[in-house]
């Protein structure tokens, strides 16, 4: 589907490449994640693909971007958006018209397709996407993940070939972007269309990817597996936002515990739940913060119990010293007795045990 050759690229007005010998071949229906730090080139490869680069931003360019055996570096953009369907971060940017079917209907327009053709793709299109309630709306009333699925709509219309999303749920809230991320998981798996995908949460899509690239100052770092970058990761892969889950595997590893690399909470609490059996959970002990001893504290909780009146026996021998000028999160899950030893503080309750 993409073929790419030993690519560099420099931009007009600048002195470092953005892109340095990038090779790499996508395959048709590959569902593709690339990462990597701000700045190393993410967008530049993604701009390539698309025949934006060179021809919109010029610079200086060498090597091979081929589409479908088509060169994308040297087709106008108007043909290459046909085959490649750009999604950006902000959909603000690129959404033109008021309303959402004059939205969708305003890239058609340059087909030359009758009318009849235009409506029905249309229809297609808010149905696959989902958005059919949405047809008359105002494009200023959507939420964010609805413009940006919109925005995809828009350029699936044309029916592309390939999806290129580049941080497309960075300016949207969790609930949006978890809805944009399973709409284009939805377009790959049953449509079987080709996903690039630039993404920082990597948690949101790790799990659905074929394969993971990692960029760094405009090379490809690590080309494959999503599971395998984490044993690179010892050798000190740029901070990419690792799940925490994912990354509990190579700490463990450090303490000499091998465990199999997870991609998901679901596969974590497989692979963790055997190795976690026989341990004994004391958070209220083990995770307590250095007490900076011969501080001039401003608490000092030992022993601490507490029981309510005919309910539970919520804090259990807490011993905690709090330091005059310590800033300190208290968490724990619901019913964990946060909320209790706050008021356990402050003298809202009086403690069954111990002392404050
Ligand atoms: P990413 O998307 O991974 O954050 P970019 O592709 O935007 O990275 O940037 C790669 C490099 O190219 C950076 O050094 C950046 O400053 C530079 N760059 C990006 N866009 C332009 C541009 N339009 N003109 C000049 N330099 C640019
Ligand atoms: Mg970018």
Redesign the pocket.
């Known amino acids: 589907m993409i073929n790419i050759k030993n690519l560099t690229f420099t ?1 007009s ?2 002195k ?1 490449k ?1 892109l340095s010998d990038v090779s790499l071949s996508i395959d048709d229906s590959d569902f593709i994640l690339i990462t ?1 730090p ?7 490869l993604c701009r390539c693909i698309n025949g934006l680069v060179p021809s919109f ?1 010029g610079g200086e360019i060498s090597g091979s971007v081929e589409v479908q055996n088509i060169d994308a570096l040297r087709t106008p953009t108007k043909d290459m958006a046909k085959k490649v369907g750009m999604v950006f971060q902000d959909p603000e940017n690129q959404l033109v018209t008021t309303d959402v079917e004059r939205e969708i209907a305003f890239g058609l327009e340059n087909l030359g397709l009758s009318k009849t053709v235009m409506v029905k793709r249309i229809e297609e299109v808010l149905d696959t996407i989902g958005i059919d309630h949405l047809r008359y709306r105002q494009i200023s009333t959507l939420s964010g993940g609805e413009k940006q699925k919109t925005a995809i709509a828009s350029v699936l219309v044309l029916h592309p070939e390939i999806l290129v999303l580049d941080e497309p749920t960075s300016e949207l809230d969790p609930k949006g972007a978890e809805e944009v991320i399973q709409l284009v998981r939805r377009l790959n798996e049953e449509l079987g269309l080709t996903v690039v995908i630039v993404e920082h949460r990597m948690d949101r899509v790790l799990q659905s990817v074929d394969r993971l690239i990692i ?1 760094e100052r ?1 090379e490809i770092r690590y080309d494959g597996d999503p599971r395998g970058w984490v044993r690179l990761d010892e050798g000190g892969l740029p901070d990419i936002g690792i799940p925490p889950i994912t990354r509990l595997s190579a700490e463990l590893k450090q303490k000499n515990i091998d465990a199999k690399i997870p991609l998901t909470i679901k596969e974590g609490r497989q692979i963790f739940s055997p190795i976690f059996k026989n341990y004994k959970w004391k958070a209220t002990q083990s995770y307590i913060s250095k007490s900076n001893d011969g501080a001039s504290y401003i608490a000092k909780v030992s022993k601490l119990w507490y029981k309510y009146p005919d309910g539970p026996t919520v804090l259990r021998d807490i011993n905690v010293n709090i330091s005059k000028g310590e800033f300190i999160a208290l968490v724990g899950r619901n019913a964990a007795g946060k909320t209790t030893f706050a008021k356990m503080l402050n003298v809202l309750l009086k403690q069954s045990k111990g002392k404050i």
Request: glycine fraction near 24%; charged fraction near 10%.
């Open positions: 931009y007005d600048s470092n953005a990597g701000s700045g190393c080139g993410k967008s530049t931003y960029l405009g």
